[in-house]
């Protein structure tokens, strides 16, 4: 999978106005139509992110080779500028969400930014993201595609605007699977879904999804705590054993 550009939603009164009369073209997005011919999970844990998780978003990005960043922010971003991209999430208006590996390891992330100031409720929302290279294949990027989908309709919004470098041939092709409209424009394409309104079921199907995500969360730090701690008794008793077998010896 490779990585998502994402920037804030435009705010360019002719760019609304584009985008509004493509929204009116735009077919409907049906939840839970079949998106992608390759298998996916069933189910995959997406764990809502706040400020506290800067650090391991920052890890996650900085983790990213040249080429991907690149692709994620449409140049190729150094340590510093995505330090300062990090500092400036505001979680207050827009979402940030991930995925997490038995380690604890951040190894998908994605960024749904809502137009105008006022957050959730705006007539559009852009979607970026990105997967660690040793985590792609698994169709985490769909995933996280589908986890805004729900989310941004949940939110009142009626279209998902993506941006993306037309080489991002994956993002794109998520996109064009979810139904989504794909204007290419030289080096750079647009793509535009419509979304359904929420409803009670996609209500519960947020909040079951959210719950059982923490659930997960929790498990995994705790095993990872165990896992610790086993493996500090293990070093003590090898160090405690070490002059037992050397006075034997």
């Known amino acids: 999978m490779h990585t998502i550009q994402t920037q804030h939603a435009p705010h360019d009164p002719a760019l609304a106005d584009r985008h509004a009369a493509l929204h009116a073209a735009l ?9 992608d011919e390759v298998p996916h999970p069933s189910w995959v844990p ?18 990213l080779p040249e080429r991907d960043r690149y692709l994620r922010f449409g140049y190729p971003a150094t340590d510093g500028q995505i330090t300062r991209y990090v500092e400036a999430l505001n979680f207050e208006r827009d979402e940030v969400f991930g995925i997490y590996n038995r380690h604890i390891q951040l190894i998908a992330l994605a960024h749904l930014a809502f137009a105008g100031d006022g957050g959730p409720g705006g007539p559009g929302a852009e979607f970026g993201g990105s ?16 986890h805004a989908m729900l ?3 949940n939110g009142h919004v009626d ?3 993506i941006h993306a470098l037309s080489e991002n041939t994956v993002m794109l092709r998520i996109a064009r699977k979810a139904g989504a409209i794909v ?11 419509r979304l359904p309104p929420e409803t009670l079921a996609s209500q519960v199907e947020q909040w079951v999804g959210e719950g059982a995500a923490a659930i997960d969360y929790q498990i995994k730090r705790q095993t990872r705590r165990v896992g610790s701690l086993i493996e500090a008794i293990g070093e003590v008793k090898s160090g405690v054993a070490r002059p037992g077998q050397a006075a034997r010896d």
């Open 27 to 35: 077919p409907t997005a049906t939840p839970g139509q079949p998106r």
């Open 46 to 63: 997406i764990r809502s992110l706040a400020p506290k998780h800067r650090h391991r978003i920052l890890a996650h990005l900085l983790a």
């Open 131 to 146: 997967v660690l290279p040793h985590a792609r294949g698994r169709g985490y990027g769909a995933r996280l595609f589908e």
């Open 151 to 153: 989310h941004a309709r």
């Open 159 to 161: 279209t998902l605007y």
């Open 183 to 193: 204007q290419r424009s030289g080096s750079e394409s647009d793509a535009y879904l």
